[in-house]
Protein backbone atom coordinates (compact mmCIF):
# COMPACT_ATOMS: atom_id res chain seq x y z
CA UNK A 1 0.00 0.00 0.00
CA UNK A 2 3.02 2.36 1.19
CA UNK A 3 5.08 3.31 -2.09
CA UNK A 4 8.69 3.60 -1.45
CA UNK A 5 8.68 7.53 -1.54
CA UNK A 6 6.03 8.12 0.95
CA UNK A 7 6.84 9.82 4.35
CA UNK A 8 5.30 10.39 7.70
CA UNK A 9 6.21 13.60 8.69
CA UNK A 10 4.93 15.57 12.24
CA UNK A 11 4.55 19.96 11.74
CA UNK A 12 3.55 21.87 14.09
CA UNK A 13 1.96 25.33 13.52
CA UNK A 14 1.27 26.17 17.50
CA UNK A 15 1.49 25.06 20.88
CA UNK A 16 5.56 23.81 20.56
CA UNK A 17 6.86 27.05 21.68
CA UNK A 18 4.18 28.31 24.01
CA UNK A 19 1.36 27.48 26.16
CA UNK A 20 -1.11 28.10 23.83
CA UNK A 21 -2.79 27.94 19.96
CA UNK A 22 -1.63 24.26 19.39
CA UNK A 23 -2.04 23.26 16.31
CA UNK A 24 -0.16 20.28 14.70
CA UNK A 25 0.15 18.81 11.56
CA UNK A 26 0.63 15.22 10.31
CA UNK A 27 1.43 14.51 6.47
CA UNK A 28 1.56 11.40 4.53
CA UNK A 29 2.64 10.26 1.14
CA UNK A 30 5.21 11.43 -1.09
CA UNK A 31 7.18 15.03 -0.97
CA UNK A 32 5.74 16.64 -3.63
CA UNK A 33 1.65 14.55 -3.12
CA UNK A 34 1.10 14.83 0.78
CA UNK A 35 -2.15 14.16 2.22
CA UNK A 36 -2.75 16.24 5.88
CA UNK A 37 -4.58 16.40 9.18
CA UNK A 38 -4.92 19.06 11.34
CA UNK A 39 -5.03 17.86 15.02
CA UNK A 40 -6.38 21.06 17.16
CA UNK A 41 -7.04 24.50 16.15
CA UNK A 42 -6.31 27.16 19.24
CA UNK A 43 -5.63 30.55 20.13
CA UNK A 44 -3.29 32.20 22.44
CA UNK A 45 -3.36 35.45 24.62
CA UNK A 46 -1.86 38.55 23.80
CA UNK A 47 -1.54 39.56 27.78
CA UNK A 48 2.00 38.08 28.34
CA UNK A 49 3.28 39.96 25.45
CA UNK A 50 4.38 43.73 25.21
CA UNK A 51 0.97 44.04 22.76
CA UNK A 52 -0.80 46.60 23.19
CA UNK A 53 -4.94 46.26 21.96
CA UNK A 54 -4.20 43.01 21.58
CA UNK A 55 -5.86 40.33 23.42
CA UNK A 56 -5.69 36.93 21.50
CA UNK A 57 -3.13 35.47 19.03
CA UNK A 58 -3.72 32.69 16.42
CA UNK A 59 -1.07 30.43 15.00
CA UNK A 60 0.18 31.68 11.32
CA UNK A 61 -1.39 28.56 9.14
CA UNK A 62 -0.72 29.76 5.27
CA UNK A 63 1.28 26.74 4.98
CA UNK A 64 -1.91 24.40 5.18
CA UNK A 65 -4.04 27.08 3.73
CA UNK A 66 -1.81 26.65 0.72
CA UNK A 67 -2.13 22.91 0.87
CA UNK A 68 -6.16 23.40 2.00
CA UNK A 69 -6.98 20.93 -1.03
CA UNK A 70 -4.77 18.14 0.28
CA UNK A 71 -6.52 19.10 4.17
CA UNK A 72 -8.16 15.81 5.18
CA UNK A 73 -10.29 16.95 8.13
CA UNK A 74 -9.27 18.85 11.52
CA UNK A 75 -9.67 17.13 14.74
CA UNK A 76 -10.40 18.76 17.78
CA UNK A 77 -9.04 16.51 21.32
CA UNK A 78 -11.12 18.55 23.66
CA UNK A 79 -12.83 22.02 23.85
CA UNK A 80 -10.22 24.40 25.58
CA UNK A 81 -9.84 27.78 23.57
CA UNK A 82 -5.71 26.88 22.88
CA UNK A 83 -7.68 23.92 20.86
CA UNK A 84 -10.62 25.38 19.62
CA UNK A 85 -10.51 29.04 19.88
CA UNK A 86 -8.92 29.71 16.28
CA UNK A 87 -11.56 27.57 14.29
CA UNK A 88 -14.22 29.90 13.85
CA UNK A 89 -11.98 32.29 12.71
CA UNK A 90 -9.49 29.97 10.55
CA UNK A 91 -11.49 28.04 9.02
CA UNK A 92 -12.89 29.51 5.98
CA UNK A 93 -9.35 30.20 4.78
CA UNK A 94 -9.37 26.04 5.91
CA UNK A 95 -12.68 24.84 5.09
CA UNK A 96 -11.79 20.85 6.22
CA UNK A 97 -14.47 18.93 8.18
CA UNK A 98 -14.12 19.01 11.80
CA UNK A 99 -14.36 16.30 13.60
CA UNK A 100 -15.39 17.06 17.33
CA UNK A 101 -16.98 15.45 20.49
CA UNK A 102 -20.58 16.61 21.40
CA UNK A 103 -19.48 18.91 23.88
CA UNK A 104 -16.84 20.49 21.93
CA UNK A 105 -19.54 21.20 19.09
CA UNK A 106 -22.16 22.56 21.52
CA UNK A 107 -19.41 25.05 22.98
CA UNK A 108 -18.54 25.89 19.41
CA UNK A 109 -22.08 26.17 17.95
CA UNK A 110 -23.03 28.39 21.20
CA UNK A 111 -20.62 30.56 20.80
CA UNK A 112 -21.00 31.30 16.99
CA UNK A 113 -24.35 31.48 17.33
CA UNK A 114 -23.70 34.54 19.82
CA UNK A 115 -21.22 36.02 17.23
CA UNK A 116 -22.98 38.10 14.05
CA UNK A 117 -21.70 36.81 10.64
CA UNK A 118 -19.25 33.92 12.43
CA UNK A 119 -18.71 31.15 9.20
CA UNK A 120 -21.23 27.72 9.63
CA UNK A 121 -18.30 25.14 10.68
CA UNK A 122 -18.53 21.91 8.97
CA UNK A 123 -18.46 20.08 12.31
CA UNK A 124 -18.70 16.20 12.89
CA UNK A 125 -19.80 14.48 15.77
CA UNK A 126 -17.05 11.65 17.18
CA UNK A 127 -17.82 9.49 20.04
CA UNK A 128 -15.03 9.58 22.71
CA UNK A 129 -13.49 5.83 21.95
CA UNK A 130 -14.78 5.89 17.68
CA UNK A 131 -12.32 5.38 14.81
CA UNK A 132 -11.98 6.55 11.50
CA UNK A 133 -10.43 6.27 8.34
CA UNK A 134 -8.89 9.04 6.28
CA UNK A 135 -7.52 8.54 3.33
CA UNK A 136 -3.97 7.15 4.38
CA UNK A 137 -5.16 8.07 8.38
CA UNK A 138 -6.89 6.29 10.39
CA UNK A 139 -8.05 8.31 13.53
CA UNK A 140 -8.82 6.91 17.25
CA UNK A 141 -9.98 9.12 20.01
CA UNK A 142 -8.69 7.72 23.23
CA UNK A 143 -10.71 9.27 26.31
CA UNK A 144 -7.89 10.92 28.98
CA UNK A 145 -8.84 12.52 32.10
CA UNK A 146 -8.43 16.59 32.01
CA UNK A 147 -9.68 19.69 33.36
CA UNK A 148 -12.83 19.78 30.79
CA UNK A 149 -15.33 16.99 29.85
CA UNK A 150 -14.80 14.57 26.99
CA UNK A 151 -10.68 15.08 26.29
CA UNK A 152 -9.22 12.66 24.04
CA UNK A 153 -5.53 11.12 23.27
CA UNK A 154 -5.44 10.42 19.13
CA UNK A 155 -4.19 6.89 18.04
CA UNK A 156 -3.16 7.82 14.73
CA UNK A 157 -2.52 5.01 12.58
CA UNK A 158 -1.06 5.28 9.26
CA UNK A 159 0.84 2.98 6.89
CA UNK A 160 4.08 3.52 8.54
CA UNK A 161 3.02 3.26 11.92
CA UNK A 162 0.80 4.12 15.02
CA UNK A 163 1.42 8.03 16.13
CA UNK A 164 0.02 8.88 20.07
CA UNK A 165 -0.55 12.09 20.10
CA UNK A 166 -1.88 12.64 23.71
CA UNK A 167 -3.53 15.75 23.73
CA UNK A 168 -3.85 17.93 27.28
CA UNK A 169 -4.22 14.72 29.99
CA UNK A 170 -3.31 13.34 33.51
CA UNK A 171 -3.84 10.23 35.67
CA UNK A 172 -6.54 10.71 37.77
CA UNK A 173 -8.19 7.19 39.14
CA UNK A 174 -11.55 9.54 40.84
CA UNK A 175 -12.03 12.63 38.11
CA UNK A 176 -15.32 13.33 39.61
CA UNK A 177 -16.83 13.57 36.21
CA UNK A 178 -15.75 13.13 32.47
CA UNK A 179 -13.33 10.06 31.39
CA UNK A 180 -10.32 8.35 33.50
CA UNK A 181 -6.69 7.74 31.63
CA UNK A 182 -7.26 4.24 30.85
CA UNK A 183 -3.84 2.13 31.64
CA UNK A 184 -5.35 -0.68 29.79
CA UNK A 185 -6.20 1.36 26.42
CA UNK A 186 -2.75 2.65 26.89
CA UNK A 187 -0.72 -0.43 27.38
CA UNK A 188 -2.33 -1.82 24.50
CA UNK A 189 -1.25 0.81 22.18
CA UNK A 190 2.01 -0.02 23.76
CA UNK A 191 1.96 -3.63 22.49
CA UNK A 192 0.63 -3.09 19.14
CA UNK A 193 3.90 -0.64 18.97
CA UNK A 194 3.84 3.02 19.17
CA UNK A 195 6.09 4.77 16.85
CA UNK A 196 6.07 8.48 18.02
CA UNK A 197 4.17 9.55 21.25
CA UNK A 198 3.76 13.15 20.68
CA UNK A 199 3.30 14.38 24.32
CA UNK A 200 2.01 17.34 26.82
CA UNK A 201 5.30 19.23 28.61
CA UNK A 202 3.38 21.34 30.31
CA UNK A 203 3.30 19.91 34.42
CA UNK A 204 6.97 17.81 33.48
CA UNK A 205 9.30 20.32 35.70
CA UNK A 206 6.72 19.37 38.91
CA UNK A 207 8.14 16.32 40.95
CA UNK A 208 5.59 13.61 41.46
CA UNK A 209 1.66 12.92 40.39
CA UNK A 210 -1.11 15.16 40.50
CA UNK A 211 -3.72 15.20 43.34
CA UNK A 212 -7.38 14.07 42.26
CA UNK A 213 -10.00 16.08 41.27
CA UNK A 214 -12.56 14.16 43.79
CA UNK A 215 -9.70 16.10 46.29
CA UNK A 216 -9.94 19.49 45.22
CA UNK A 217 -14.54 18.65 45.55
CA UNK A 218 -13.97 17.49 48.70
CA UNK A 219 -12.14 20.34 49.74
CA UNK A 220 -14.36 23.13 48.22
CA UNK A 221 -16.99 21.07 49.72
CA UNK A 222 -15.50 22.17 53.46
CA UNK A 223 -14.57 25.21 52.82
CA UNK A 224 -18.74 26.28 51.49
CA UNK A 225 -20.21 24.50 54.45
CA UNK A 226 -17.47 26.88 57.02
CA UNK A 227 -18.45 29.83 55.67
CA UNK A 228 -20.74 32.41 57.93
CA UNK A 229 -21.54 34.26 54.91
CA UNK A 230 -21.68 34.29 51.44
CA UNK A 231 -19.31 32.62 49.02
CA UNK A 232 -18.06 33.08 45.47
CA UNK A 233 -16.52 30.71 43.96
CA UNK A 234 -14.49 31.83 40.56
CA UNK A 235 -13.20 28.75 38.12
CA UNK A 236 -12.27 28.41 34.46
CA UNK A 237 -15.86 28.27 32.88
CA UNK A 238 -15.59 25.12 31.51
CA UNK A 239 -14.57 22.93 34.37
CA UNK A 240 -17.66 21.11 34.94
CA UNK A 241 -16.55 18.98 37.06
CA UNK A 242 -15.50 22.25 39.23
CA UNK A 243 -18.86 23.73 38.27
CA UNK A 244 -20.51 20.49 39.91
CA UNK A 245 -18.58 20.35 42.93
CA UNK A 246 -19.47 23.50 43.86
CA UNK A 247 -23.29 23.03 43.01
CA UNK A 248 -23.61 19.31 45.18
CA UNK A 249 -21.51 21.25 48.01
CA UNK A 250 -24.09 23.80 48.02
CA UNK A 251 -27.10 21.43 48.03
CA UNK A 252 -25.15 19.76 51.09
CA UNK A 253 -25.27 22.36 53.20
CA UNK A 254 -29.02 23.86 51.55
CA UNK A 255 -27.78 27.15 49.50
CA UNK A 256 -28.44 27.89 46.48
CA UNK A 257 -26.30 28.15 43.19
CA UNK A 258 -26.18 31.57 41.51
CA UNK A 259 -24.38 31.16 37.58
CA UNK A 260 -22.27 34.65 36.89
CA UNK A 261 -20.79 35.38 33.48
CA UNK A 262 -21.70 34.91 30.02
CA UNK A 263 -18.79 32.62 28.98
CA UNK A 264 -19.89 30.40 32.46
CA UNK A 265 -23.58 30.64 31.37
CA UNK A 266 -22.71 29.07 27.59
CA UNK A 267 -20.66 26.17 29.40
CA UNK A 268 -23.89 24.99 31.76
CA UNK A 269 -26.08 25.33 28.66
CA UNK A 270 -23.83 22.98 26.97
CA UNK A 271 -22.84 20.65 29.79
CA UNK A 272 -26.55 20.18 30.58
CA UNK A 273 -27.51 18.92 27.00
CA UNK A 274 -24.50 16.50 27.56
CA UNK A 275 -26.01 15.60 30.67
CA UNK A 276 -22.88 16.49 32.86
CA UNK A 277 -25.63 18.98 35.34
CA UNK A 278 -28.35 15.97 35.62
CA UNK A 279 -29.81 15.45 39.26
CA UNK A 280 -28.71 19.16 40.72
CA UNK A 281 -31.06 21.85 41.40
CA UNK A 282 -31.69 24.18 39.02
CA UNK A 283 -29.25 27.09 39.07
CA UNK A 284 -30.48 30.45 39.69
CA UNK A 285 -29.37 33.45 37.42
CA UNK A 286 -27.71 36.49 38.91
CA UNK A 287 -30.58 38.79 39.32
CA UNK A 288 -31.65 36.68 42.35
CA UNK A 289 -28.30 36.96 44.68
CA UNK A 290 -29.91 39.96 46.01
CA UNK A 291 -33.13 38.36 47.28
CA UNK A 292 -31.47 35.20 48.58
CA UNK A 293 -30.04 35.08 52.50
CA UNK A 294 -26.41 35.91 52.77
CA UNK A 295 -25.68 32.38 54.20
CA UNK A 296 -27.73 30.59 51.68
CA UNK A 297 -25.92 31.43 48.66
CA UNK A 298 -22.73 29.93 46.45
CA UNK A 299 -22.38 31.99 43.36
CA UNK A 300 -19.84 30.35 40.49
CA UNK A 301 -18.34 33.25 38.56
CA UNK A 302 -16.07 33.82 35.61
CA UNK A 303 -12.97 35.99 35.88
CA UNK A 304 -10.34 33.57 37.63
CA UNK A 305 -7.93 35.14 35.18
CA UNK A 306 -8.24 38.50 36.35
CA UNK A 307 -9.91 39.31 33.13
CA UNK A 308 -11.03 43.08 33.24
CA UNK A 309 -14.58 42.75 31.80
CA UNK A 310 -15.47 39.36 33.57
CA UNK A 311 -17.86 38.78 36.56
CA UNK A 312 -15.35 38.89 39.24
CA UNK A 313 -13.20 41.91 38.48
CA UNK A 314 -16.27 44.14 37.95
CA UNK A 315 -17.39 42.83 41.24
CA UNK A 316 -14.58 43.98 43.21
CA UNK A 317 -14.51 47.18 42.13
CA UNK A 318 -17.99 46.45 43.03
CA UNK A 319 -19.81 47.55 39.65
CA UNK A 320 -21.45 44.32 38.83
CA UNK A 321 -25.28 45.08 38.35
CA UNK A 322 -26.35 42.10 40.44
CA UNK A 323 -23.60 41.11 42.55
CA UNK A 324 -22.16 42.67 45.62
CA UNK A 325 -20.04 41.14 48.03
CA UNK A 326 -19.09 42.75 51.71
CA UNK A 327 -17.05 42.06 54.57
CA UNK A 328 -17.01 39.07 55.43
CA UNK A 329 -17.91 36.78 52.86
CA UNK A 330 -15.62 34.39 51.06
CA UNK A 331 -14.11 33.95 47.47
CA UNK A 332 -12.54 30.97 46.26
CA UNK A 333 -10.13 31.22 43.74
CA UNK A 334 -10.77 27.06 42.29
CA UNK A 335 -7.79 28.43 39.76
CA UNK A 336 -4.27 29.00 39.10
CA UNK A 337 -3.24 31.81 37.13
CA UNK A 338 -1.96 31.46 33.62
CA UNK A 339 1.50 33.11 33.25
CA UNK A 340 1.14 36.45 32.08
CA UNK A 341 -1.65 37.24 34.02
CA UNK A 342 -0.34 37.43 37.84
CA UNK A 343 -0.69 40.80 38.09
CA UNK A 344 -4.02 40.88 36.98
CA UNK A 345 -5.20 38.38 39.46
CA UNK A 346 -3.01 39.84 41.88
CA UNK A 347 -4.75 43.29 41.84
CA UNK A 348 -8.37 41.40 41.72
CA UNK A 349 -6.95 39.56 44.93
CA UNK A 350 -5.64 42.80 46.79
CA UNK A 351 -8.62 44.69 45.98
CA UNK A 352 -11.25 41.87 47.86
CA UNK A 353 -8.84 41.71 50.97
CA UNK A 354 -8.92 45.68 51.02
CA UNK A 355 -12.45 45.59 51.52
CA UNK A 356 -12.42 42.73 54.32
CA UNK A 357 -13.88 40.12 52.26
CA UNK A 358 -12.03 36.47 52.90
CA UNK A 359 -10.28 34.97 50.45
CA UNK A 360 -8.86 31.62 49.38
CA UNK A 361 -6.30 30.65 47.22
CA UNK A 362 -4.67 27.11 45.78
CA UNK A 363 -1.83 28.95 47.94
CA UNK A 364 -2.89 27.69 51.05
CA UNK A 365 -5.82 25.46 50.56
CA UNK A 366 -6.20 22.48 48.08
CA UNK A 367 -8.86 24.44 45.80
CA UNK A 368 -6.82 23.84 42.64
CA UNK A 369 -5.62 21.16 40.47
CA UNK A 370 -3.95 21.31 37.33
CA UNK A 371 -5.24 19.14 34.29
CA UNK A 372 -1.52 18.12 32.67
CA UNK A 373 0.61 15.52 33.95
CA UNK A 374 3.55 15.58 36.14
CA UNK A 375 6.68 14.00 36.13
CA UNK A 376 5.20 10.58 37.49
CA UNK A 377 1.97 10.48 35.23
CA UNK A 378 4.32 11.45 32.42
CA UNK A 379 7.02 8.22 33.53
CA UNK A 380 3.74 6.22 33.21
CA UNK A 381 2.77 7.14 30.16
CA UNK A 382 6.33 6.33 28.44
CA UNK A 383 6.34 2.87 30.49
CA UNK A 384 2.51 2.02 28.65
CA UNK A 385 3.26 3.27 25.29
CA UNK A 386 7.04 2.12 24.83
CA UNK A 387 7.46 4.53 22.04
CA UNK A 388 10.52 4.32 19.49
CA UNK A 389 10.42 8.29 19.18
CA UNK A 390 9.42 10.92 21.31
CA UNK A 391 8.34 14.69 20.82
CA UNK A 392 7.47 16.96 23.79
CA UNK A 393 4.34 19.40 22.35
CA UNK A 394 1.91 21.73 24.73
CA UNK A 395 5.00 24.17 26.27
CA UNK A 396 7.25 26.55 26.57
CA UNK A 397 11.08 25.79 25.28
CA UNK A 398 11.91 25.35 28.72
CA UNK A 399 9.17 22.73 29.12
CA UNK A 400 10.18 21.14 25.65
CA UNK A 401 13.53 21.15 26.83
CA UNK A 402 12.84 19.30 30.04
CA UNK A 403 10.34 17.12 28.63
CA UNK A 404 13.14 15.99 26.42
CA UNK A 405 15.67 15.13 28.90
CA UNK A 406 13.12 13.27 30.63
CA UNK A 407 12.03 11.25 27.84
CA UNK A 408 15.65 10.04 27.25
CA UNK A 409 15.38 8.98 31.31
CA UNK A 410 12.74 7.08 30.21
CA UNK A 411 14.56 5.01 27.87
CA UNK A 412 13.29 6.32 24.40
CA UNK A 413 15.75 5.84 21.92
CA UNK A 414 15.20 8.93 19.51
CA UNK A 415 13.95 12.18 20.87
CA UNK A 416 13.24 15.43 18.90
CA UNK A 417 13.09 18.58 19.72
CA UNK A 418 10.47 19.83 17.30
CA UNK A 419 8.93 23.44 17.55
CA UNK A 420 6.63 25.28 15.58
CA UNK A 421 7.90 25.34 11.60
CA UNK A 422 10.00 22.36 11.91
CA UNK A 423 8.98 19.45 9.69
CA UNK A 424 9.85 16.18 11.20
CA UNK A 425 9.92 13.02 9.09
CA UNK A 426 8.86 10.18 11.58
CA UNK A 427 9.89 7.28 9.42
CA UNK A 428 11.39 5.82 6.74
CA UNK A 429 14.30 6.04 8.81
CA UNK A 430 15.48 7.68 11.94
CA UNK A 431 13.35 10.78 13.23
CA UNK A 432 14.79 14.07 11.88
CA UNK A 433 13.73 17.82 11.28
CA UNK A 434 14.17 17.88 7.47
CA UNK A 435 12.70 21.05 6.76
CA UNK A 436 11.63 24.79 7.85
CA UNK A 437 8.09 26.39 7.12
CA UNK A 438 7.11 29.65 7.78
CA UNK A 439 5.08 29.13 10.92
CA UNK A 440 4.48 32.14 13.55
CA UNK A 441 1.55 34.45 14.75
CA UNK A 442 -1.60 36.30 14.06
CA UNK A 443 -3.18 38.62 16.43
CA UNK A 444 -6.75 39.83 16.37
CA UNK A 445 -7.10 43.39 16.54
CA UNK A 446 -10.33 44.38 17.16
CA UNK A 447 -12.39 42.76 14.44
CA UNK A 448 -9.50 42.15 11.96
CA UNK A 449 -6.59 39.46 12.10
CA UNK A 450 -3.37 41.13 11.38
CA UNK A 451 0.03 39.60 10.49
CA UNK A 452 2.77 39.80 12.67
CA UNK A 453 5.05 41.90 9.83
CA UNK A 454 1.95 44.82 9.86
CA UNK A 455 3.61 48.13 11.20
CA UNK A 456 0.35 48.72 13.58
CA UNK A 457 2.27 46.74 16.53
CA UNK A 458 5.71 48.12 16.47
CA UNK A 459 4.07 51.92 15.84
CA UNK A 460 1.73 51.56 18.64
CA UNK A 461 4.46 50.29 21.10
CA UNK A 462 6.56 52.86 20.50
CA UNK A 463 3.36 55.51 20.97
CA UNK A 464 2.96 53.40 24.07
CA UNK A 465 6.54 54.12 24.84
CA UNK A 466 6.76 58.13 24.24
CA UNK A 467 3.86 59.68 22.82
CA UNK A 468 3.78 61.77 19.77
CA UNK A 469 3.82 65.50 18.49
CA UNK A 470 1.73 66.83 15.54
CA UNK A 471 3.10 69.82 13.85
CA UNK A 472 1.17 71.63 11.60
CA UNK A 473 3.42 74.60 8.96
CA UNK A 474 1.53 76.44 6.24
CA UNK A 475 3.97 78.13 3.69
CA UNK A 476 3.37 79.94 0.52
CA UNK A 477 5.16 79.69 -2.97
CA UNK A 478 7.75 82.01 -2.00
CA UNK A 479 8.74 80.47 1.24
CA UNK A 480 6.88 82.68 4.04
CA UNK A 481 5.09 80.99 6.65
CA UNK A 482 1.17 81.69 6.75
CA UNK A 483 0.36 82.32 10.24
CA UNK A 484 1.66 80.11 13.37
CA UNK A 485 2.37 76.30 12.94
CA UNK A 486 -0.18 74.46 14.51
CA UNK A 487 1.64 71.94 17.19
CA UNK A 488 -0.08 69.12 19.29
CA UNK A 489 1.72 66.89 21.89
CA UNK A 490 -0.02 63.07 22.81
CA UNK A 491 1.53 61.34 25.62
CA UNK A 492 3.92 63.52 27.18
CA UNK A 493 4.47 64.92 30.05
CA UNK A 494 3.00 68.66 30.49
CA UNK A 495 6.07 70.61 31.65
CA UNK A 496 9.74 70.29 31.71
CA UNK A 497 11.93 69.73 35.37
CA UNK A 498 11.98 74.10 35.93
CA UNK A 499 8.05 73.85 34.90
CA UNK A 500 8.06 74.99 31.84
CA UNK A 501 5.39 74.19 29.39
CA UNK A 502 6.56 71.12 26.88
CA UNK A 503 4.56 72.51 23.90
CA UNK A 504 5.82 75.95 24.79
CA UNK A 505 9.33 74.70 24.25
CA UNK A 506 8.06 72.52 20.95
CA UNK A 507 6.93 75.95 19.38
CA UNK A 508 10.18 78.02 20.47
CA UNK A 509 12.26 75.19 18.63
CA UNK A 510 9.89 75.12 15.51
CA UNK A 511 9.91 78.97 15.50
CA UNK A 512 13.47 78.90 15.64
CA UNK A 513 14.38 76.64 13.43
CA UNK A 514 11.80 78.08 10.58
CA UNK A 515 13.70 81.43 11.39
CA UNK A 516 16.84 79.56 10.57
CA UNK A 517 16.24 77.99 6.95
CA UNK A 518 17.15 79.95 4.04
CA UNK A 519 13.46 80.75 1.76
CA UNK A 520 14.77 78.45 -1.15
CA UNK A 521 14.64 75.59 1.57
CA UNK A 522 11.38 76.55 3.32
CA UNK A 523 9.77 75.92 -0.44
CA UNK A 524 10.70 72.48 -0.36
CA UNK A 525 8.39 71.33 1.85
CA UNK A 526 10.21 67.52 2.38
CA UNK A 527 13.38 69.23 3.39
CA UNK A 528 10.84 71.05 6.08
CA UNK A 529 9.35 68.50 7.13
CA UNK A 530 12.67 66.21 7.97
CA UNK A 531 14.04 69.43 9.42
CA UNK A 532 10.99 70.01 11.95
CA UNK A 533 10.84 66.44 12.35
CA UNK A 534 14.79 66.23 13.82
CA UNK A 535 14.59 69.56 15.26
CA UNK A 536 11.60 68.37 17.56
CA UNK A 537 12.85 64.86 18.44
CA UNK A 538 16.05 66.70 19.55
CA UNK A 539 14.42 69.58 20.94
CA UNK A 540 12.00 66.92 23.35
CA UNK A 541 14.90 64.44 24.40
CA UNK A 542 17.24 66.92 25.57
CA UNK A 543 14.29 68.40 28.30
CA UNK A 544 12.82 65.24 28.46
CA UNK A 545 15.32 62.26 28.11
CA UNK A 546 12.85 60.22 25.44
CA UNK A 547 12.46 60.82 21.74
CA UNK A 548 8.58 60.82 20.54
CA UNK A 549 6.94 60.07 16.97
CA UNK A 550 6.74 63.12 15.58
CA UNK A 551 4.55 63.84 12.54
CA UNK A 552 5.08 67.11 10.75
CA UNK A 553 2.53 68.58 7.91
CA UNK A 554 3.75 70.72 5.07
CA UNK A 555 0.68 72.60 3.72
CA UNK A 556 1.62 74.38 0.43
CA UNK A 557 -0.92 77.43 0.98
ZN1 LIG B 1 -6.75 21.48 27.86
ZN1 LIG C 1 -4.01 22.81 26.19
Known amino acids: ?130 RLKLGPFDIEYVPVAHSIPESNALAIRTPHGLVVHTGDWKLDSTPYLGSLTSEEAFRALGDEGVLALVCDSTNVVREGTSPSEADVSKNLAQLIKDSPHRVAVTTFASNVARIRSVAEAARECGREVIVVGRAMDRVVEVAKECGYLEDLPEFRSAD ?145 IVDTIPAGRLYRDGNIVIGAAERALPERRKLAFAGIVTVAIAIDDRGELVGDPVIDAMGLPDKNRQGRDMTDIIADTVADLLDGLPKAKRRDPEAVENAVHRAVRAAVNQEWGKKPACHVLVIEA
Request: aromatic fraction near 6%; charged fraction near 25%.
Open 1 to 130: MASHQDELVFLPLGGLGEIGMNAALYGFGPERDRQWILVDCGMGFGGEENLPGIDVVYPDLRFIEEERHNLLGIFITHAHEDHIGALVEMWPRLQAPVYATKFAIGLLETRRLSEPNAPKVDLNEIVPGQ
Open 288 to 432: NFGYIPRDKVVAILTGSQGEPRAALARIAQDEHPDIALSAGDRVIFSSRAIPGNEKAVGSIINSLIEQGIDVITDRTEMVHVSGHPRRGELAQMYQWTRPRIAIPAHGEPLHLSEHAKFARQQGVQEVVRAKNGTLVRLSPGPAE
